[in-house]
């Protein structure tokens, strides 16, 4: 981890915009005591914040909804596409004017809980619903790239987004940085296994377009792994230029 005087601050080396190599923290307990161990804390919306809120930044889901929300009873069936695999949620029509009330409400109550800036998940669902829904792709694309440029327009923080490279290009304008879950490891149907070559290739480009463009990357495996691995993993993404740790899978 890099020890920086001022949080967030970038190198700027032969003319390359480089962000550091940060620690991060990622917690969706009810009370979060942000210290300084770590430069960036993705943290629950309802979490109470103790300490550097500067360094806080709130989850925000761009394509579903939790099976508890309070919002869930406002949107018309037809918004509601699928049940999400493994998780109590459900994927949503984002084109939906209704859709669009509820994250303008979500935006609302992070600012009035002082949020500085935000984290934007399920940003990958994009493709998801597009793929669902081919009669509005064009129109799912453009939502999700309006919401996040309304999202970043009402914080006027920093934006951390989940991967979403199919909007990247739109937004890249509005985003400080990318998370990439699952980046040495992903998962099928006989669980976590190692990526191959054409698939880190193909993630290793990414990491050189984020990088030309300055942005800050994080990312994630959620594989078990003893310490011994977690700690090369660590190295070997720093090499990158990535800010890498191990999370448990109950936070994929």
């Not at 018309?76 to 939906?96: G, N």
């Not at 009035?112 to 064009?138: C, M, Q, Y």
């Not at 006989?190 to 030309?212: C, F, Y």
Request: charged share 30%; net charge neutral; hydrophobic share 45%.
């Amino acid at each position: 981890m890099v020890s920086l005087r001022k949080p967030f601050d970038f190198l700027n080396i032969f003319g390359l915009v480089v962000m550091p190599v940060v620690g991060f923290e990622i917690t969706y307990l009810p009370f979060v005591e942000i210290n300084k161990g770590d430069d960036i804390y993705i943290v629950s919306p309802y979490a109470k914040i103790k300490g550097d809120r500067s360094r806080a930044f709130a989850y925000i889901s761009l394509c579903e909804i939790e099976m508890n929300s309070d919002y869930l009873s406002s949107l018309p069936p037809q918004v509601i596409l699928q049940k999400v695999t493994d998780w109590r949620a459900f994927l949503v029509d984002i084109s939906s004017p209704e859709w669009d009330n509820v994250i303008r409400k979500e935006v609302e109550f992070l600012r009035s809980k002082g949020f500085e800036n935000v984290f934007v998940d399920t940003v990958d669902d994009v493709e998801l619903i597009a793929n669902l829904l081919p009669e509005k792709r064009e129109a799912v694309h453009a939502k999700a790239e309006s919401l996040i440029r309304m999202i970043k327009k009402n914080i006027q923080g920093r934006l951390i987004m989940n991967r979403g490279f199919g909007i990247y290009d739109n937004v890249k304008n509005n985003i400080y940085g990318i998370l990439i879950e699952s980046f040495f490891y992903k998962k099928d149907s006989s669980g976590w296994i190692e990526r191959t070559d054409p698939d880190m290739e193909w993630l290793r480009n990414k990491v050189a377009m984020l990088r030309r463009d300055g942005k800050m990357i994080l990312a994630l495996d959620y594989a078990p792994m003893s310490e011994d691995n977690k700690l090369e993993l660590k190295n070997k993404a720093k090499r990158l230029g990535i800010a890498w740790r191990w999370a448990r899978e109950d936070l994929h």
